[in-house]
């Protein structure tokens, strides 16, 4: 522990970022939840806490291992993001009482994803000699690196919840539901079923388990696609961002604040 806080004082003295605060402030924040999980037995929450952790150390590992250098900004909401997402998220259910908790996460992440995605290339294209891409062609792939992103999240998200059970794609009640399913003929004709009131669950033995008031249990399609949706709208906006940055940089220089840099440029 005394040579992790040393590495963390001169990785200070070195770098002079202000997110390297945040970082501790947070990793201490984490530690504290986690014990406190630990000592409720709820070992789910202890073991989001320990991949917050695990987490929160990618950004010094990306630094280290590649030669880049993330700016203190993007560090900081990297951070934040996935305090946000992990302790505030799922353990203290800020995506159950929070409303729109969840969407602002994902056009967040939608918006970083592009900008890391953007500096992959940008990057390539600055210190190539023999390589000179559009800035159109740029953004078109920051905003695919993004997206490619966001899907993988989602299949993480479905994986969870197969697997171990976990609710990430949160359900939704719905009171309209349209399903080849239900069609008597079986001639791949929608049914439209409109103002379900309430839907009952019944086990194998026929056995009541639960009632749904209000209509029919989304479990998941609607959720995952709107993360999608909104990963979409913060992909665009930085792909625009940078399109624009490349075509003058002094003017949208505010953009470097979400572009790594090489160590080496």
């Not at 003295?13 to 999980?37: D, G, H």
């Not at 990430?168 to 349209?178: L, V």
């Not at 001639?187 to 009541?208: F, M, P, Q, R, W």
């Not at 003058?248 to 220089?253: A, D, F, G, L, M």
């Amino acid at each position: 522990m005394g040579a992790y806080i040393k590495k963390i004082k001169e990785r200070y003295k070195q770098t002079k970022k202000k997110s390297l605060v945040v970082y501790l402030i947070l990793r201490v924040l984490v530690i504290i939840c986690m014990v406190l999980q630990v000592l409720r037995g709820d070992w789910n929450n202890a073991f989001l806490c320990m991949l917050s952790l695990i987490l929160f150390t990618i950004p010094t590992i990306i630094e280290e291992k590649f030669k880049i250098t993330l700016p203190t900004v993007l560090e900081t909401i990297i951070y934040l993001f996935i305090f946000s997402a992990e302790i505030l998220g799922e353990i203290n259910n800020f995506y159950g009482n929070i409303p729109y908790w969840d969407t602002i996460l994902h056009t967040i992440n939608g918006f970083l994803a592009a900008g890391i995605g953007f500096s992959l290339i940008d990057l390539l294209n600055e210190n190539s000699k023999h390589i000179k891409l559009s800035p159109l062609f740029v953004a078109i792939v920051a905003f695919c690196f993004s997206m490619t992103i966001g899907v993988l999240w989602e299949v993480f998200e479905y994986g969870a919840d197969t697997f171990l059970k976990y609710d990430m794609q949160k359900d939704r009640i719905i009171s309209q539901i349209s399903t080849v399913t239900l069609d008597p003929k079986k001639d791949n004709n929608a049914i439209i079923i409109k103002n379900i009131d309430h839907t009952v669950l019944y086990d194998s033995n026929g056995k009541e388990l639960a009632v749904i008031e209000g209509g029919y249990l989304d479990i998941g399609i609607i959720d995952t696609m709107k993360d999608l949706l909104v990963n979409f709208i913060g992909a665009i906006v930085f792909s625009f961002i940078g399109f624009m940055y490349i075509k003058n940089r002094e003017k949208y220089k505010f953009a470097t604040h979400f572009i790594p840099t090489s160590d080496k440029s």
